[in-house]
């Protein structure tokens, strides 16, 4: 196996008695885009700083490229941080501002002029190159910022939420252009970010933070398909839950009768659980029969038409708050739908997921 | 302007000081364009000699000399004023009110006060020779008070607070991610002072500069209290026209040429500042 690019050992940051970062242990490969996901206040901005060199640590190590790093002040890190606020110089023009980085370099000056213009054509400024940022764009002081980043080649890349000050649409461009830019500089990219669905699209692998610890790290298909927790379950996309307790190696549910599930190993009798499930793997159907089958049954609250889905809200013995079903346009049109339609429920034990309550 | 509503709020204020202030002065200004009278009197005809006379060497040389004590003075509170506003910019937010209040606290004691305090510390046989007494030093002490140094000590002290203030207001504001990022970018601490800092600051380094420098050029108290009988600010001079020369034309005529000067360099500063801030947005 090779050497990892960036290990975490233990890595604790306290601020008097705020834990911001509690022993993390983590390690990050070469050309990977990595997304730290968490709450506000979770630590990931610590974390970064940390390995920018802005903050050292109160116990752990951080090693790069197997050397440990902790102490190494942030000048002389071949690591680059992407403020959240962007953190632009305001008296300098655009082009100063990203010439900024190989100056202190001690480059020489027709290579800075030759690479500034390089990096210009790639974030698409070269026309602004003479402005001062305060006379641009939101998107394009992020572009800038990126640039200015960018054009020192740094061993590992971290962005502070680079995306959380533009508006929706302009998101989703930049989402790809980030994972195009890491793609062609071959540079590791560790993104902080609060938006899940943001992590799911462009990374590689997606650690969740709470609290300041690692709760889950895995790629984005297992942290959507595999959360290991009701923490993780909960954060990442839409889950309902639904209470549930053991009882002799079955799972009974609100409405007392046996509820579909894969039973983890462990649990004792009479322990209290929630079965989570995603809503695209609820299946509905027109009621057969009685009431008394054998398939919990919805009433339809709500529907939300989304272009390629349809969302349902039903409201159902099972939990208090209303499970959200995902039909496919597809399924949607087989079955008419109107609000206060009574519906089955049915799912496979595989695609549920149980948690301690 | 859209809305006037704010401008007529003005009115008071401009009436007060055009009444009071702008009016005076130009009638005080005007005898400059007189001649003086027999025994201290005006005689109404039209002359420039008054004008002329000030930019005769003896007194220009007066002119230049004040100009060189003002910008020494102006000088060292900036250095000095910079340096503790940036102390008190790094200090944690809940100190830096309290520091603050010390740094200005001497400027809520009489102006007259503070520079007798002055010549306690400065005399011959005052504080600081003592001091240097005590401390074992035997040979015959250079002459302290009545000197164009101290001069300019006491104008450094008393404006200090001004530029204090002045850098302050830039410094704190200042996002401490951007000098971060200049770090990060591969600058030493002080190279980030020199490329961001620094430039960053420089409407507060002006504003307090022009400050210390036009309220010093004027000055004639601290002069006449540390410099001695023997050393003439512009202030000096001024001040002997009207009150003991009974030269009103001419001690018009140098106050015009005292308020040109302030006049431009405030002009000067206000149009650096801008400059500096690039506040000039332009909105798309
Ligand atoms: N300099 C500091 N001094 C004291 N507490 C801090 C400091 N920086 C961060 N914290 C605390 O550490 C925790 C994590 O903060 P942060 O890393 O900014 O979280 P995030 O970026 O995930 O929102 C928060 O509780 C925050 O209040
Ligand atoms: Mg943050």
Same mark, same amino acid.
């Given at each position: 196996?090779?050497?990892?690019?960036?290990?975490?050992?233990?890595?604790?940051?306290?601020?008097?008695?705020?834990?911001?970062?509690?022993?993390?242990?983590?390690?990050?490969?070469?050309?990977?885009?990595?997304?730290?996901?968490?709450?506000?206040?979770?630590?990931?901005?610590?974390?970064?700083?940390?390995?920018?060199?802005?903050?050292?640590?109160?116990?752990?190590?951080?090693?790069?490229?197997?050397?440990?790093?902790?102490?190494?002040?942030?000048?002389?890190?071949?690591?680059?941080?992407?403020?959240?606020?962007?953190?632009?110089?305001?008296?300098?023009?655009?082009?100063?501002?990203?010439?900024?980085?190989?100056?202190?370099?001690?480059?020489?000056?027709?290579?800075?002029?030759?690479?500034?213009?390089?990096?210009?054509?790639?974030?698409?400024?070269?026309?602004?190159?003479?402005?001062?940022?305060?006379?641009?764009?939101?998107?394009?002081?992020?572009?800038?910022?990126?640039?200015?980043?960018?054009?020192?080649?740094?061993?590992?890349?971290?962005?502070?939420?680079?995306?959380?000050?533009?508006?929706?649409?302009?998101?989703?461009?930049?989402?790809? %252009?980030?994972?195009?830019?890491?793609? %062609?500089?071959?540079?590791?990219?560790?993104?902080?970010?609060?938006?899940?669905?943001?992590?799911?699209?462009?990374?590689?692998?997606?650690?969740?933070?709470?609290?300041?610890?690692?709760?889950?790290?895995?790629?984005?298909?297992?942290?959507?398909?595999?959360?290991?927790?009701?923490?993780?379950?909960?954060?990442?996309?839409?889950?309902?839950?639904?209470?549930?307790?053991?009882?002799?190696?079955?799972?009974?549910?609100?409405?007392?009768?046996?509820?579909?599930?894969?039973?983890?190993?462990?649990?004792?009798?009479?322990?209290?659980?929630?079965?989570?499930?995603?809503?695209?793997?609820?299946?509905?159907?027109?009621?057969?029969?009685?009431?008394?089958?054998?398939?919990?049954?919805?009433?339809?609250?709500?529907?939300?038409?989304?272009?390629?889905?349809?969302?349902?809200?039903?409201?159902? %013995?099972?939990?208090?708050?209303?499970?959200?079903?995902?039909?496919?346009?597809? %399924?949607?049109?087989?079955?008419?739908?109107?609000?206060?339609?009574?519906?089955?429920?049915?799912?496979?034990?595989?695609?549920?997921?149980?948690?301690?309550? | 302007?859209?809305?006037?509503?704010?401008?007529?709020?003005?009115?008071?204020?401009?009436?007060?000081?055009?009444?009071?202030?702008?009016?005076?002065?130009?009638?005080?200004?005007?005898?400059?364009?007189?001649?003086?009278?027999?025994?201290?009197?005006?005689?109404?005809?039209?002359?420039?000699?008054?004008?002329?006379?000030?930019?005769?060497?003896?007194?220009?040389?007066?002119?230049?000399?004040?100009?060189?004590?003002?910008?020494?003075?102006?000088?060292?509170?900036?250095?000095?004023?910079?340096?503790?506003?940036?102390?008190?910019?790094?200090?944690?937010?809940?100190?830096?009110?309290?520091?603050?209040?010390?740094?200005?606290?001497?400027?809520?004691?009489?102006?007259?006060?503070?520079?007798?305090?002055?010549?306690?510390?400065?005399?011959?046989?005052?504080?600081?020779?003592?001091?240097?007494?005590?401390?074992?030093?035997?040979?015959?002490?250079?002459?302290?008070?009545?000197?164009?140094?101290?001069?300019?000590?006491?104008?450094?002290?008393?404006?200090?607070?001004?530029?204090?203030?002045?850098?302050?207001?830039?410094?704190?504001?200042?996002?401490?991610?951007?000098?971060?990022?200049?770090?990060?970018?591969?600058?030493?601490?002080?190279?980030?002072?020199?490329?961001?800092?620094?430039?960053?600051?420089?409407?507060?380094?002006?504003?307090?500069?022009?400050?210390?420098?036009?309220?010093?050029?004027?000055?004639?108290?601290?002069?006449?209290?540390?410099?001695?009988?023997?050393?003439?600010?512009?202030?000096?001079?001024?001040?002997?026209?009207?009150?003991?020369?009974?030269?009103?034309?001419?001690?018009?005529?140098?106050?015009?040429?005292?308020?040109?000067?302030?006049?431009?360099?405030?002009?000067?500063?206000?149009?650096?500042?801008?400059?500096?801030?690039?506040?000039?947005?332009?909105?798309?």
């Amino acid at each position: 196996m090779t050497q990892p690019l960036l290990s975490l050992r233990n890595v604790q940051k306290h601020f008097g008695t705020v834990r911001a970062v509690d022993g993390l242990n983590l390690d990050i490969q070469e050309n990977e885009f990595f997304a730290l996901l968490g709450a506000s206040g979770s630590g990931k901005t610590t974390l970064l700083r940390m390995l920018a060199g802005f903050e050292v640590p109160t116990g752990g190590e951080i090693l790069l490229d197997g050397k440990d790093v902790s102490n190494v002040p942030p000048n002389r890190r071949p690591v680059n941080l992407m403020f959240q606020s962007y953190a632009l110089f305001p008296h300098m023009t655009i082009a100063q501002n990203v010439a900024y980085g190989l100056e202190m370099e001690k480059c020489p000056k027709a290579e800075i002029k030759t690479r500034v213009g390089e990096m210009l054509e790639i974030i698409q400024l070269s026309h602004l190159a003479g402005r001062k940022p305060d006379q641009l764009s939101g998107g394009q002081r992020q572009r800038v910022a990126l640039g200015r980043a960018l054009i020192k080649r740094p061993r590992l890349l971290l962005l502070d939420e680079p995306l959380g000050a533009l508006d929706k649409k302009l998101r989703g461009d930049m989402q790809l %252009e980030l994972k195009r830019l890491q793609h %062609e500089f071959g540079i590791t990219f560790i993104i902080v970010t609060h938006d899940q669905e943001e992590a799911l699209v462009m990374a590689d692998r997606v650690a969740i933070l709470k609290d300041g610890t690692l709760l889950q790290c895995a790629s984005p298909h297992d942290i959507y398909e595999r959360p290991n927790s009701r923490y993780a379950a909960d954060f990442i996309g839409v889950m309902n839950f639904m209470p549930a307790k053991v009882s002799n190696g079955r799972l009974l549910g609100a409405h007392g009768k046996p509820v579909t599930a894969q039973i983890p190993e462990g649990l004792h009798e009479g322990a209290d659980v929630v079965v989570a499930i995603r809503p695209e793997r609820l299946k509905v159907s027109a009621p057969q029969g009685d009431a008394a089958g054998s398939l919990p049954r919805g009433r339809v609250l709500a529907t939300a038409y989304h272009g390629l889905d349809l969302q349902l809200h039903l409201e159902t %013995e099972l939990c208090a708050d209303p499970i959200t079903v995902r039909l496919t346009a597809q %399924e949607a049109d087989q079955i008419a739908l109107s609000q206060g339609d009574q519906l089955e429920l049915g799912w496979d034990a595989k695609d549920t997921r149980v948690f301690a309550a | 302007m859209k809305d006037r509503k704010p401008l007529y709020l003005m009115t008071p204020a401009l009436a007060w000081l055009t009444a009071f202030m702008v009016i005076p002065c130009l009638l005080i200004l005007a005898l400059a364009f007189f001649r003086r009278g027999l025994y201290g009197g005006i005689e109404y005809t039209f002359t420039l000699e008054n004008l002329a006379l000030v930019f005769d060497p003896l007194y220009a040389g007066i002119f230049l000399k004040s100009a060189a004590i003002a910008g020494l003075s102006a000088l060292i509170a900036v250095i000095i004023g910079y340096a503790a506003a940036f102390a008190i910019a790094a200090a944690p937010s809940r100190r830096q009110p309290i520091l603050l209040f010390f740094a200005v606290l001497p400027f809520w004691s009489n102006y007259l006060v503070r520079t007798y305090a002055w010549i306690v510390l400065l005399n011959r046989e005052g504080l600081i020779t003592g001091l240097a007494r005590w401390l074992g030093y035997d040979a015959e002490m250079p002459r302290l008070l009545y000197t164009e140094g101290a001069v300019v000590v006491g104008l450094v002290y008393n404006y200090l607070p001004f530029v204090i203030l002045a850098c302050y207001a830039p410094l704190s504001r200042l996002n401490p991610e951007i000098a971060e990022a200049s770090r990060d970018l591969g600058a030493s601490s002080w190279t980030t002072f020199r490329r961001v800092v620094l430039p960053m600051t420089v409407p507060g380094i002006a504003t307090g500069f022009v400050f210390v420098f036009v309220l010093s050029i004027g000055n004639f108290v601290t002069p006449a209290l540390l410099g001695g009988g023997q050393f003439q600010m512009i202030g000096n001079l001024i001040y002997a026209q009207f009150l003991t020369a009974n030269d009103w034309p001419f001690g018009a005529a140098l106050s015009m040429v005292l308020i040109a000067i302030m006049m431009g360099l405030l002009t000067l500063q206000t149009f650096a500042t801008e400059r500096a801030s690039g506040a000039k947005r332009e909105e798309s």
